[in-house]
């Protein structure tokens, strides 16, 4: 990981040399990885990475947009779902933001960061 700095209304990191490439607003791992369901994540992919080894901006608090894996509505608790998507929190899932507004499945939602 980087040097953080603040950016994008929090503070971002960067991530050496991405393991595949991964769309920009998606959870991802420490390695640069789309987040796995349920799992703790680094932060939310700033931009697209459409080569593995490139570097990517994460920004891990604060307030961005994150693609839904299923509808969402204001204040749910929200975990990494599959392919890095947000979704609320299920059963022992690790919360890693809160909707700050309604979207729909595939939709990008604004969130803040936990």
Do not use: W, Y
Not at 17 to 37: H, I, N, R, W
Not at 56 to 63: A, C, H, L, S
Not at 65 to 71: F, N
């Amino acid at each position: 990981m980087g040097v953080i700095k603040p950016e994008h209304g929090g503070k971002t990191i960067t991530i050496t040399d991405a393991p595949a490439p991964v769309d920009k607003q998606l959870f991802v791992d420490a390695t640069g990885a789309a987040g796995t369901s349920g799992d703790d994540v680094a932060g939310i992919n700033m931009l697209d990475i459409t080569t593995t080894g490139n570097d990517m901006t994460v920004q891990i608090n604060g307030t961005a947009h994150v693609i839904a894996g299923a509808a969402l509505t204001e204040n749910d608790q929200l975990q990494c779902g599959t392919g890095g998507k947000a979704v609320p929190v299920i059963g022992t899932g690790r919360r890693v933001a809160v909707a700050l507004e309604t979207g729909a499945l595939n939709g990008v939602v604004l969130v803040k960061i936990i």
